[in-house]
């Protein structure tokens, strides 16, 4: 595709609830990144694959959340038993060989009532 | 521990005003210094990347400055178009960006 494509745009989800984050990235890029974004604060690396091996999760904030992308395209980022600190944006990026020149996907705003 | 520091949090410029953004990093190993533009609603846009001090890069009325602490993006007789946030990134390890918190400019006519 054009860009890199994330849906939903928006999710609330009640308190406990699992929820499930999709990424299409552009067509082509090896690294594939997750970040999170606090209202007001700049995006924190969660996560980064290069083409389906996950090579760095060191951000993920607990064992809640998982990501996968069984087939080095389509990324699924997923929370278990959300809590209300989860609420954020959840922003992916993709590039063609290193992280020099990512492109973001609009976001997912997760909303944790 | 590599560390993004923004400032100001916010700056209000009337249209023509110019002015400048800082950034001050510390980082073990610059693995390059990155500018971001993001739009309220949106994910950010890639503006620079700059690799060692002294180098210097524009594009229209951005132009971004690198020293060996600290990055400047200066912004010469500024629009409304321009308001946004604007974020700072150092490369961090070999695979992720380690943002500041971002400086809010708004550009009033």
């Known amino acids: 595709g054009a860009g890199v494509s994330q849906s939903p745009r928006y999710k609330v989800a009640k308190r406990g609830q699992d929820v499930a984050l999709r990424c299409d990235p552009i067509?082509?890029?090896?690294?594939l990144f997750w970040y999170q974004q606090a209202l007001g604060q700049g995006p924190e690396f969660l996560t980064y694959?290069?083409?389906?091996?996950?090579?760095?999760k060191s951000g993920l904030p607990s064992d809640r959340f998982f990501a996968e992308r069984p087939e080095g395209s389509v990324s699924t980022l997923k929370i278990q038993r959300t809590q209300q600190e989860d609420s954020a944006v959840y922003l992916c990026?993709?590039?063609?060989?290193?992280?020099?020149?990512?492109?973001f996907g609009q976001g997912t705003r997760l909303t944790v009532v | 521990e590599d560390q993004v520091t923004q400032s100001p949090e916010a700056l209000r410029l009337q249209e023509g005003e110019s002015s400048s953004l800082n950034c001050s990093y510390t980082?073990?190993?610059?693995?390059?210094l990155f500018w971001y533009r993001q739009d309220p609603g949106k994910g950010p846009e890639f503006l620079f990347t700059?690799?060692?001090a002294g180098e210097e890069k524009e594009k229209e009325r951005l132009k971004a400055t690198l020293t060996k602490k600290e990055s400047f993006l200066h912004i010469t007789a500024p629009k409304p178009e321009d308001s946004a946030t604007y974020l700072c990134?150092?490369?961090?390890?070999?695979?992720?960006?380690?943002f500041g918190a971002g400086t809010r400019l708004a550009v009033h006519p």
């Open positions: 990026a993709s590039s063609l060989v290193s992280y020099t020149e990512a492109f």
């Open positions: 067509s082509g890029h090896v690294s």
């Open positions: 694959f290069q083409n389906e091996a996950q090579l760095d």
């Open positions: 980082v073990s190993g610059l693995r390059g």
């Open positions: 700059l690799y060692s």
């Open positions: 990134a150092v490369g961090g390890g070999y695979n992720k960006l380690i």
